[in-house]
């Protein structure tokens, strides 16, 4: 088909018309390296520097790529996060609750009550660790503090040991960022890109080296969202297989009788998906969301697949033949996992609650929770466990959604994005000769914020992605996004609650993966003019090299280096970060 003339003019800018693809390349886009795709000749770029790679090297490089840089990238996060990591030696900002409830979790099976001055006994030397007494409430779901818990176990009721495991997630988290990415773009150079930008994200690194919670409920959303990836592609291959799209025959015409009628058969990473989103709601309530937006995106994606092998009404179709299995492989899967979680508690009869429904014929009004104006229902025929579990939830339902007790460093959900109002987990001042102290008096604080400038740029990119999925109806923007709405928009309705900037680690990772989206635009297309891509790479490499320079800048107040008083005060950007 010849060009218009306006696309003819934008030709001189380094347009090119998009490019006719089979069917089946529409359903399953090709991966850029692995098994089967043709390595090429080696770059020319290496040439141009002398490096001349011998032909088995460079297959090799090309074949595993898309494990070589990200598992790189991995390391680099390692390295940064179990750098010290016992550092500061202390128990810092809610590390109080979990580090000494995840112990409890290993010992009793359930959270129980420490004494007053348990943190002192715990950090001494020697150590002694008090006997906890009793059944205590807990304000969030056990999972994560089995976790936490098994750190503990491996290395012991210290700094080192409760932040153990969530180092471990959290690094592995950027390799999932990095495949994630990679299977996103089609683009191995972009999924590395966004996996070094969660690497070099502060807000990431403290909380990878904190013994908290909200990293785990961002580890398994994440881990679920590449699953649901996956999912995504083999699913549109058996699609295409069932519609004539095969390897061998991938020019196939849509058929719309064959469309409307195939069924996609097993579908294993769906269902581990569903694991993971129950785990990630077993260790915060606020995973529930993930769940909902997760499950609503698996079969949009699963629409948008049958209306482009064919179908006439893909919707309905989606709705009768997908959305039912959707529902039981996320919905049923994690609600049996998050029950799951709760074993300790089950197993024994000293846990909080435990026993409250032994004697008692049905639930009481205050115990339906949001719905406390319903009658007392004689529930008898409900296991008295599952009654007392169910009562014991709408207690934590009622704690977490009347807290409103004023905090120093509580900020509000319009100024996150900016980095408004960072949270304090750690500040000690020494003076001179004291902890390492060179000048008259110094600073040492774990901050939880954000890379300052990858924020900043993350903001435009969430604008650009909402663009490309409004109106350009790009389905990897729209993943982005349903990532970040399901982990930012919920806390709106929460607004004189006492919350934190930290939780918007839940949805960090897809920040990381909308800058990289931006900067692939950026770049511009493979097929652009070699004068705009070079402007396109010198554009991106200075922005990400900017980001990595801005992140080393605010590293001290990471770690908890000791640094003087004014060099502290330097970083202290807002008035609002101190």
């Known amino acids: 088909m010849p060009l218009t003339a306006w696309q003819r003019r934008l030709g001189r800018y380094g347009y090119r018309a998009p490019e006719r693809t089979s069917l089946r390349d529409r359903l399953v886009p090709p991966m850029p390296d692995g098994r089967g795709v043709p390595t090429g000749a080696p770059s020319p770029l290496l040439a141009r520097m002398g490096v001349a790679l011998p032909p088995a090297l460079w297959a090799f490089l090309c074949r595993w790529a898309g494990w070589i840089g990200p598992l790189v990238i991995t390391a680099f996060a390692g390295l940064l996060t179990f750098w010290k990591l016992g550092t500061p030696n202390a128990i810092i900002f809610d590390e109080t609750y979990y580090a000494k409830d995840s112990w409890s979790m290993w010992h009793y099976g359930f959270e129980r009550n420490w004494a007053d001055n348990a943190n002192a006994g715990i950090m001494q030397t020697p150590q002694h660790i008090p006997t906890p007494t009793g059944a205590e409430f807990i304000a969030h779901p056990p999972a994560g503090k089995w976790v936490i818990g098994l750190g503990e176990e491996l290395f012991g009721l210290n700094p080192f040991g409760w932040r153990f495991m969530v180092a471990v997630l959290g690094t592995l988290a950027v390799l999932l960022v990095c495949r994630i990415g990679r299977r996103l773009f089609r ?14 994200d502060g807000l990431h690194l403290v909380m990878s080296r904190t013994g908290l919670l909200d990293q785990m409920v961002m580890f398994w959303a994440l881990a679920a969202f590449g699953l649901l990836l996956l999912d995504r ?7 295409a297989d069932l519609v004539g799209a095969t390897a ?3 020019d196939a015409v849509p058929d719309a009788a064959a469309a409307a009628a195939a069924r996609l058969g097993w579908r294993p990473y769906r269902l581990l998906a569903g694991v993971c989103l129950g785990l990630d709601c077993a260790t915060k309530w606020n995973g529930l969301w993930f769940v909902a937006f997760f499950g609503v995106m698996t079969v949009l994606w699963d629409a948008a697949a049958r209306r482009t092998a064919g179908a006439r009404r893909p919707y309905l179709t989606a709705a009768l033949h997908d959305a039912p299995w959707a529902f039981v492989s996320v919905v049923v899967v994690a609600l049996l996992t998050y029950i799951a979680s709760w074993t300790g508690w089950f197993a ?3 846990g909080y609650d435990r026993t409250w429904a032994d004697g008692r014929k049905g639930l009481s009004p205050d115990s339906w929770g949001p719905l406390h104006n319903l009658p007392q229902v004689d529930m008898t025929w409900v296991p008295a466990p599952l009654r007392s579990l169910w009562h014991y939830h709408s207690e934590i339902w009622n704690f977490n959604t009347t807290l409103h007790t004023p905090h120093t460093y509580m900020s509000n959900p319009w100024s996150w994005l900016i980095n408004g109002r960072p949270v304090s987990f750690y500040y000690e001042s020494p003076t001179a000769g004291k902890s390492g102290c060179t000048a008259a008096q110094c600073a040492s604080e774990v901050l939880g914020i954000g890379t300052p400038l990858l924020w900043w740029t993350a903001t435009f990119a969430l604008v650009y992605a909402l663009y490309r999925w409004a109106f350009r109806r790009d389905w990897r923007a729209g993943a982005i996004v349903c990532g970040i709405a399901a982990g930012y928009l919920p806390w709106f ?5 006492t919350i934190f900037l930290f939780y918007t680690i839940d949805f960090e990772p897809y920040l990381a993966l909308a800058v990289a989206f931006m900067i692939g635009a950026i770049l511009g297309s493979a097929r652009a003019r070699g004068d705009r891509r070079l402007l396109g790479g010198i554009g991106a490499g200075v922005l990400v090299l900017a980001i990595m320079v801005n992140f080393l800048y605010f590293l001290p107040l990471y770690n908890a280096e000791v640094i003087p008083i004014d060099d502290w005060r330097g970083r202290m950007w807002w008035p609002t970060w101190i």
Request: net charge positive.
């Open 493 to 497: 309705q929460w607004q004189q609650r």
């Open 187 to 200: 683009s191995t150079l972009l999924g590395c890109v966004a996996g070094l930008l969660l690497t070099v």
């Open 348 to 350: 024994t009869t000293g």
């Open 248 to 250: 061998d025959r991938p």
């Open 233 to 239: 592609d083999r699913s549109r291959a058996r699609l």
